[in-house]
């Protein structure tokens, strides 16, 4: 079965640029989406094929995927941005998720 | 708006059959090309997709489940629903409906519910 790898935490200070890496198998071509889950939180959209942004994201994230790995990059990184992130693809009409990253601002 | 509900029994005993039930409000089951999924989180661990009705009627669900899985919809009512039988102590996890979009948005799910915590203890 296909397989998503995550770093299990990043820690940032604020105001600079965080970025979370999702490595898998040829995951360049697949599409990557990314979701962030606060505390307590059910998940939320925040980058649907490779770099696209829901209404209401904030311009700070953006998303990119080449090769094996897609990185979702957090610039400006405030406090609100702590949360666990998830990347997710689909191969062979199974839904994949990573394992997750949590991010910390210092 | 696309909003979804999840419900259902909190405690579930060993051996026995989870049932949840989604209500959706703001779209239609029967048409759109969607994905009408289950997810779930175990205490402290990350999401695991478990399957999904399409709007087709098609069903898939994750091979780790092992074959306990079915997921069913009544259109009329708005409501899909999810079994997973003969569960254990691993199933406990708050469990959460989604609908996922397709090929055109590149296979992702947009709206989730609030989850709900099932236990699985005796």
């Known amino acids: 079965s296909y397989e998503l790898t995550q770093p299990p935490s990043v820690s940032v200070s604020p105001g600079q640029s965080a970025t979370v890496s999702c490595s898998g198998d040829?995951?360049?071509?697949?599409?990557v989406s990314w979701y962030q889950q606060r505390a307590g939180q059910s998940p939320q959209l925040m980058i649907y094929q490779n770099r696209k942004r829901p209404s209401g994201v904030p311009d700070r994230f953006s998303g990119s995927n080449s090769g094996n790995t897609a990185t979702l990059t957090i610039s400006v990184t405030q406090a609100m941005d702590e949360a666990d992130y998830y990347c997710q693809a689909w191969d062979s009409s199974f839904w994949v998720f990573g394992g997750g990253t949590r991010l910390t601002v210092l | 708006q696309v909003q979804l509900q999840e419900s259902g029994p909190g405690l579930v005993k060993p051996s026995e059959t989870l049932s949840l039930t989604c209500n959706v409000s703001?779209?239609?089951?029967?048409?759109?090309?969607?994905?009408w999924s289950w997810i779930r989180q175990p205490p402290g661990k990350g999401l695991e997709w478990i399957g999904y009705i399409h709007d087709s009627g098609n069903t898939n669900d994750s091979p780790s489940l092992e074959r306990r899985v079915t997921i069913s919809v009544d259109a009329s009512k708005k409501q899909f629903f999810l079994n997973l039988k003969s569960v254990t102590a691993a199933d406990t996890a708050v469990y959460y409906c989604a609908r996922g979009s397709g090929y055109k948005y590149g296979y992702v799910f947009d709206f989730w519910g609030q989850g709900v915590l099932v236990t699985v203890s005796s």
């Open positions: 040829a995951l360049g071509n697949k599409y």
């Open positions: 703001g779209a239609s089951l029967s048409s759109g090309g969607y994905y």
